[in-house]
């Protein structure tokens, strides 16, 4: 039986993309083509002004670093459909849990969110997004196109956004870089562990008690871009 803390740590990722998630926000994979077609100005505005946000409270040199934790934190959390993430990460194996279970781990998945923003703060260093355009896929499904250019770095960095939209309200489902959709490489890590684990839910709970109790939360290193 493979240890569930070891199949949920994998290796840091490189520096460019841990930058990104300083400043960047937490469903379903697409390709994103920078071809003619259908915008949606409004997705654009509204990722736009978050990452205007992002950098009001990281730039503010009068709070105290706890203090731009939690006020990242709270505009992550406002802007990102957690729980519907949190359940597409389960993938089969929600149909599995009891309601009790379920509610503990969107409640661990949360908190566990929150620490993959807070304990990259540090690695911010100024960069600004650039929205570039966007792709109506439906009525409610909607791809921004962005993306970060570094000092370092001699390409910009490609970022997409996948948001979901509502009586013409957006919330966050997913964030592509580097070919990777991060709500589906939490999906491949958690059902792995409960597969390896003979498909029961304790051992992924467990683990996230224990990397929310320890402030950990998502880690990984993109080795190859994720499909539907």
Do not use: C
């Amino acid at each position: 039986m493979t240890p569930p803390i070891q199949t949920l740590k994998v290796a840091r990722t490189r520096r460019l993309t841990a930058i990104l998630a300083a400043i960047t926000f937490l469903v379903g994979a697409v390709g994103v083509a920078r071809a003619a077609g259908e915008r949606d100005l409004g997705a654009e505005a509204f990722i736009r002004s978050l990452g205007d946000q992002a950098i009001v409270i990281l730039d503010d040199e009068s709070s105290t670093s706890d203090e731009k934790t939690e006020a990242f934190s709270h505009l992550v959390v406002d802007n990102t459909d957690i729980r519907a993430i949190g359940k597409f990460t389960l993938g089969q194996y929600r149909r599995t849990l009891t309601p009790d279970e379920l509610e503990e781990f969107l409640d661990l998945f949360h908190h566990f969110t929150e620490n993959f923003y807070e304990a990259r703060l540090g690695d911010y260093s100024g960069e600004r997004l650039n929205v570039k355009g966007s792709l109506v896929r439906s009525a409610k499904d909607v791809i921004v196109i962005s993306e970060l250019n570094f000092s370092f770095a001699e390409e910009p960095l490609s970022v997409n956004w996948r948001l979901r939209k509502k009586n013409g309200q957006y919330a966050i489902r997913d964030l592509q870089v580097v070919g990777i959709w991060l709500a589906l490489e939490q999906r491949s890590q958690f059902t792995s562990v409960i597969a390896n684990n003979g498909g029961h839910i304790d051992a992924l709970l467990d683990s996230l008690r224990e990397m929310v109790g320890n402030g950990e939360g998502f880690n990984y290193e993109p080795t190859k871009a994720s499909n539907s």
